[in-house]
């Protein structure tokens, strides 16, 4: 029975889990079994967000501790903030996901933590949490784990027989920033958990090749956060760590999360209104597009443009700076020149190419296929394209960049970049 006690600390907790937003779906699907609690069929895991099959999933974000022995200039939780503080213990922590699953409340759980005392005392609880609910109380619904960074590998290896993912948050993308905001920490304390992490992962695979019933280590990958705004780093730079963190066969997703001005009493941090939300929505956008689209990191951002465009979608503003790569014929050119095309996605991409082997496809099918019209006509032909069916749209090369680019650009995404622009940034030391 949960007491008044323990709700209080997990409010504490929670409130303090909430800047986390690397909890994410888990990728892989852990059946129902006899005499085990839950099961994660279809992937779900995700927090308040939606399975393949449009439910809503429901998550348990929580932190074990929000004490820390880290002074990190950007985080709520910082050794030097005057805050609430609260720490569960083991028993404490098992009570209340079991509690919350038996109530239907939730459907997997979301685990990190401060660092107390060392790494390896801060893993071990964390640990033994996940090894508890998998054996002891025959939870067999998703869980999503925090590894901390420095941590030994024994301890780490244990952890991922019970988790379904693990992450490590790499924060800053460049150590330079990192050891100006956080001079306890360093890149190589985060991608040693990392590689060991991918190490297991991969070790897993050839075990399972050759013993069918071998039990699985991380299945569902690794995640990592990037903070957006914190310091001046440039898109360009964070779209590269990205890319080079995605050339690693176990992670999935790299998050990025626009920067909370949680502790504006220091002066090594910028002064925010509000997060820069459309420039995290930005990246999001250029990571599906290095993920899906087949885009290269230098194609999206460059020496010239460093910065994501905030008017304008990144597929959009690639479009817009190479006009010689249009008009794409729906009806001839490959899948990956078609998928380059703003307003159509994978999906529609490949509606095209598998339908135009049985009909010449127009601009109704197009409509049909989910392709956004309102985009794509400046830069496709399919034989027949008109305004109403009776005079020629007029492509981009006849228009040209920068008298097409005001027409497809809404008055209200206008204002939002626009109070975006007007947010103060001073990244100079005083």
């Not at 460049?174 to 297991?200: C, W």
């Amino acid at each position: 029975m949960l007491t008044e006690k323990t709700m209080e600390k997990l409010r504490v907790l929670a409130e303090s889990a909430k800047y986390d937003v690397s909890c994410s779906s888990s990728g892989t699907v852990r059946r129902g079994k006899q005499g085990m609690v839950g099961s994660t069929v279809g992937g779900v895991g995700i927090c308040h967000s939606f399975a393949d099959d449009g439910r809503c999933i429901s998550l348990l974000k929580v932190m074990l501790t929000n004490h820390c022995m880290y002074d990190c200039a950007y985080c709520v939780n910082r050794r030097s903030n005057d805050i609430r503080r609260a720490t569960l213990s083991v028993s404490e922590l098992e009570e209340i996901t079991m509690e919350f699953y038996r109530r239907n409340y939730i459907e997997g759980l979301f685990l990190s933590s401060g660092v107390v005392r060392n790494p390896d005392y801060t893993m071990e609880r964390l640990t033994a949490i996940v090894r508890d609910l998998r054996t002891l109380h025959r939870f067999n619904g998703y869980i999503h784990l925090k590894a901390i960074p420095g941590a030994s590998q024994e301890l780490l290896n244990e952890a991922g027989r019970w988790a379904d993912r693990m992450s490590v948050n790499i924060e800053i993308p460049k150590e330079t920033s990192l050891k100006a905001l956080a001079p306890e920490k360093d890149h190589q304390s985060v991608f040693q958990p990392m590689r060991l992490i991918q190490t297991g992962v991969m070790q897993n695979k050839e075990e399972r090749k050759k013993f069918r019933y071998a039990p699985r280590f991380v299945p569902a990958g690794q995640s990592t956060q990037m903070i957006v705004g914190a310091t001046g780093e440039s898109d360009k730079d964070i779209l590269q760590m990205s890319s080079s963190l995605y050339q690693q066969p176990s992670m999935r997703r790299v998050y990025y999360s626009g920067y909370i001005s949680v502790n504006t009493y220091d002066k090594r941090l910028p002064v925010l209104k509000q997060p820069p939300l459309v420039r995290e929505n930005r990246l999001y956008q250029a990571d599906w597009l290095l993920r899906f689209y087949q885009f290269k990191v230098d194609e999206i951002v460059d020496d010239a443009h460093s910065h994501l465009d905030l008017d304008i979608d990144p597929k959009l503003g690639w479009a817009l700076r190479h006009p010689e790569y249009f008009p794409v014929d729906i009806n001839r050119d490959d899948y990956e020149r078609i998928l380059r095309v703003p307003g159509i996605g994978t999906k529609s991409a490949w509606l095209i190419v598998n339908s135009r082997r049985f009909n010449r496809i127009t601009s109704y099918h197009l409509k049909k296929m989910g392709v956004v019209m309102k985009k794509a006509k400046y830069f496709i032909t399919c034989g027949e394209l008109t305004s109403s069916f009776s005079q020629p749209i007029v492509g981009i090369n006849e228009l040209h960049p920068e008298r097409l680019r005001p027409m497809l650009v809404s008055k209200s995404q206008q204002k939002r970049a626009a109070a975006e622009q007007q947010l103060s940034l001073d990244f100079k030391e005083e």
